[in-house]
């Protein structure tokens, strides 16, 4: 249940109270489009982030056919991210809507916010029709929900001296409204397998390049959110983790690692579907696949985490410091 509100969150925010999708769309597309941007952007940027994160638990690569199975989970949280819990409307920055206290600009919530009771008004023509409407603009999730969580299964096996090959996959998730499916692949050499007396340092260097792709879609036609059909968000993460990563590898049972990173990712959100936008004259506005949005983020990471190794099962924890930071834990088996 989690990780299907979690993914249901990722997708759509707006939309979960059902007058808030056909008030924005009454604006007009293209204000439509542009306060999506704006308010879902805090979101996907958590999910760039999220997803990033978990393709190392050690610096030390396996030998030829080592290999290792785990179980990976990520929280990614943003309780104390106020910084992108609001965003500045600028009213010149829009075609139709204008604010109904007369203000130029105000600071109105994000997806991840919990301003309400913000009035505009919509005076225009739309589509060959005369638009007068008033309406409050969405808040957010406020303190409702406080992280996002994924997971997925990820895989890695020795190759030649220093590489790892590494790949992970969620099973495809597809229940009544929700569905979502994930995968990528990695690349991880160890520097010191290089030297010729490896075996006795204490530490390992890596250098770890990983993939991921996560596509979901969420239906929401049922809901009534809005006349129409076929109605549906459909989003994909895209996103490159650029790592350099040491840890300690001769202690028995528990060793450490750390790591400094560079995440770049996009993601791309399309509303998709026939929608029969509601008017005060009684004549629908009709928009079919109204509009796409996409944010492009990167930034540096660090991370910080332990290992400990009992036999053939690992078990993993991690924190990850960087604009959404992450908590990562994982449950593996493995021969090496």
Known sequence: MKIKIGIAFLLCSFVTNAQNLNDLLVAGLN?????????????TEAGIYSVSNGWYNSADA????????????NIT??????????????????????????????????????????????????EGQVVNEQFELPKGIGDDISFVPTGYIQGSVG????????????????????????????????????????KLLPVAISAVIGYTNLNGEYDFTETGAIAGENQRIDANITTWNFSAVVSTRKIPVINFYGGLGYIVG???????????????????????????????????????????????FRINVDYNIAEFSTL?????????
């Open 31 to 43: 204000d439509a489009e542009r306060f999506a941007n704006s308010y879902l952007a805090p979101v």
């Open 62 to 73: 396996k030998p030829l056919g080592g290999f290792e199975i785990s179980l990976v989970g």
């Open 77 to 126: 949280g943003f309780k104390n991210k106020n910084d992108k819990k609001t965003f500045i409307l600028n009213t010149a920055d829009y075609e139709n809507l204008t604010f109904d206290d007369g203000s130029a600009s105000r600071q109105v919530s994000t997806a991840l916010g919990d301003i309400d009771g913000i009035i505009v008004n919509v005076n225009a023509t739309i």
């Open 159 to 198: 190759l030649i001296k220093g590489l790892e090959v590494k790949a992970r996959f969620l099973p495809k998730i597809d229940t009544d409204d929700v569905q979502i499916g994930l995968f990528g692949a990695g690349l991880q050499y160890d520097f010191t397998k290089m030297l010729p007396a490896d």
């Open 266 to 312: 996009k993601s791309e959100t399309d509303l998709l579907g026939r929608y029969e936008v509601a008017t005060v004259s009684g004549v629908p506005i009709v928009y079919n696949d109204p509009f796409s949005i996409t944010n492009d983020v990167s930034g540096v990471t660090a991370n910080v985490g332990t290992k400990i190794k009992l036999g053939f």
């Open 328 to 336: 990562t834990a994982g449950i593996s088996f493995g021969f090496r």
